[in-house]
């Protein structure tokens, strides 16, 4: 199976896992893109805390750490790691849904393994409104 899903806690945040699986290579195709494997892996803050430091040198929590693993270009495989408790802080603060806020950045690493960037206000930008055009394609608002 091209996508799947690992809890290292909370294993109930994610619903219609079958339904995400099923959009999900659709973001590849619109950028023009072929997923050969994605992995999310869905973990505490301190989890992630551990990888910003080992692997980025960054010592501070993340709601998303997205790791490039392919060695063809533009067949993609990729690990993506979710710190669900940021997810659930961050909700909180934007006052939006857990659930809203939990697809919104399983997009945003989907579209950084697509070349997608966010850095600059600029490349922000653009990574915001494909988040939410992916969030309203996905749910229909």
Do not use: W
């Amino acid at each position: 199976m091209p996508i799947q899903f690992f809890f290292l806690q909370d294993k109930s945040i994610l619903k219609n896992r079958a339904g995400l699986k099923a959009f999900l290579p659709k973001i590849f195709r619109q950028n023009k893109k072929q997923l050969s494997n994605l992995t999310y892996i869905f973990c505490s803050d301190d989890y992630l805390l551990s990888i910003n430091k080992a692997h980025l040198q960054h010592d501070f929590y993340t709601d998303i750490i997205t790791f490039d693993l392919s060695e063809i270009p533009r067949q993609i495989t990729g690990e993506i790691y979710i710190s669900t408790d940021r997810v659930r802080e961050n909700a909180a603060t934007l006052g939006v849904s857990i659930k809203e806020e939990l697809h919104r950045v399983i997009f945003h690493g989907a579209l950084h393994l697509c070349g997608y960037r966010d850095k600059s206000a600029r490349d922000e930008k653009g990574m915001r409104d494909a988040e939410n055009h992916l969030l309203n394609q996905y749910f229909q608002f």
